[in-house]
């Protein structure tokens, strides 16, 4: 980990008008700086930058935060991603604890084995032989970090020579031990670096040349490598993605390398396994439109669906792409039919008829007790979606199966009672927090007259001011130029309009109270009635109830 006191160094290093322009255009505005928000689409500038508060806020969507929480957000990293960046921006030196250590080293023997398959690479024409009949370009070799295993005593004998420690390189996957001692993991075989998302490299993928049963093999499961996480060539098309706002995924390592050959820089594939539920964090990032491509194989069409039912349940957005005829996407880009390509991705059927259209082909619908197995099956997937996608296909299903839409339930768990809930707002109430917290030395005085539960709308806010808690809706308030700056006079005034109704209020409020005793009741109200005569006269009271 980075030590706590590294990351205050850092942020005492950063100025956030200076990191937020770094990535998009500002311009100065008043005391602020103003942008159009990089993170939804507007023409007219509602993202503010304040350089005396060192925070960001846009009045559009409502994202907000500091420098940290800016990359965190723009450049969708981690946290701990994002302080590395921004150090090696401001040339901030970090500290690590041993953990973080003991990684990079991991990260080293990793970095200087791909180092050494790439040089091997160069000097082996079955491989380039291979490689250029595939028609990858020698571009692409270098991109990707193209390499080549030799036997397996090659192997372990760069790694015995430069005194690499051999018990490292077994927990990294590099080699392993059998029953006949030590031997290589990626034996003659064509190599592809694999990054993680910060991008490290974390492990290899490797194609047979030699008529290897296993046609390919990956990492097995380590520290750093889990392929059920890790997406191939996500590190080179994350930029694109985010600019795209579309992240395609495929089968296998060439149909990425030859997709990014040919323009189209938002593939990715997954490693050797199907879409899983851990990969949906990654792919999440930027809510990017997601194409499946896959090939029309029985496993292609069948990993499609799986995916399709996942992906639609959860509100991604994006479709399927199958490639018949044996055809694959690298093929294809070989070929030369780039145009093909670019209205087949232009065109993915949605997830949610491709797998309707799925649940329904396994069935012969002509035969009526296959009819109403496939209706049950459907319907049972239409149900595990949200209301308004059951409302939208209950009218595909019934056109597919060709029934009646009646016989099509909706399910009832997801019924959400629809209200119109306007959010309520009190300008005078939020005025008065954005003068305390404009001039924090202001609070003592308030308090001593002004309770939280005075606040109709706004006790929330008011409360987390009080807490001294960072939130995205203070530092809206501070940065919203509609809300007027009150002076000393205006805030005393602004406060016995606001203490004088709360008073007026709860004198109303405990006088058809039958829950006080005649005294008790008798007392709270001359209280009340003292306040008001008070306030009246324009003097503050202190909070007495």
Known sequence: MIKKESIEN??????????????????????????????????????????????YHCFGCGVGGD??????????????????????????????????????????????????????????STTKEYISKRGISDFSVEKFEIGYAPSSN???????????????????????????????????????????VNGKIVGFGGRTITGHNAKYVNSPQTKLFNKSKLLYGYNLAKENIYKKNQLIVCEGYLDVIMLHQAGFNTAVATLGTALTKDHLPLIRRGEPKIILAYDGDKAGLNAAYKASVMLSQGEFDGGVVIFEDGLDPADMVKDGKIEELNKIFSNPMPFIPYTIDYIISKYEINNPSQKQKALLEANEYL????????????????????????????????????????????????????????????????????????????????????????????????????????????????????????????????????????????????????????LKRGNLVTYNL
């Not at 991991?106 to 084995?113: K, M, S, Y």
């Not at 420690?165 to 290589?184: F, H, K, M, P, V």
């Not at 308030?477 to 005393?492: H, S």
């Open 10 to 55: 850092l942020k005492n290093n950063l100025d956030v008008v200076d990191v937020v322009s770094q990535f998009i255009e500002v311009k100065k505005s008043g005391a602020n700086f103003k942008a159009c928000c990089p993170f939804h689409g507007e023409s007219t500038p509602s993202f503010v930058v304040s350089p005396a508060k060192q925070i």
């Open 383 to 534: 149900k595990s979606l949200g209301i308004i996608y059951q409302d939208e296909y209950k009218r595909y299903i019934a056109q597919k199966l060709n029934i009646r839409e009646t016989l099509i339930s909706v399910s009832n768990d997801n019924t959400r009672a629809q209200t119109n809930n306007l959010v309520k707002i009190d300008i005078a109430e939020l005025c008065i927090i954005k003068a305390i917290l404009e001039k924090p030395s202001r609070l003592d005085s308030v308090l001593d007259v002004v309770d939280s539960s005075m606040f109709e709308i706004h006790k929330n806010e008011f409360e987390l001011l009080l807490n001294n808690i960072e939130d995205i809706s203070l530092n809206s308030i501070v940065l919203n130029d509609k809300l007027e700056d009150y002076d000393d006079e205006r805030l005393k005034s602004e406060l016995l309009t606001l203490v004088y109704k709360f008073y007026s209020n709860k004198l109303t409020a405990i006088s058809y109270d039958q829950s006080f005793n005649f005294k008790e009741k008798a007392n709270l109200i001359r209280k009340i009635k003292d306040n008001i005569y008070q």
């Open 67 to 124: 420098s940290i929480k800016f990359v965190m957000e723009y450049e969708k990293l981690s946290y701990p991603e994002t302080i590395e960046k921004l150090a090696s921006m401001y040339n901030v030196n970090l500290e690590y604890d041993n953990s973080n250590i003991a990684q990079k080293q991991d990260i080293r023997i990793l970095e200087e084995v791909n180092k050494y398959y790439q040089k091997l690479y160069v000097n082996n």
């Open 154 to 196: 090659d192997t372990i004998n760069y790694l015995k020579s430069n005194h690499y420690n051999l018990s490292e390189a077994i927990e990294l996957g590099i080699i392993d031990t059998g029953t006949n001692g030590l031997y290589s993991r990626f034996i003659e075989r064509i190599t592809f670096p694999i990054y993680g």
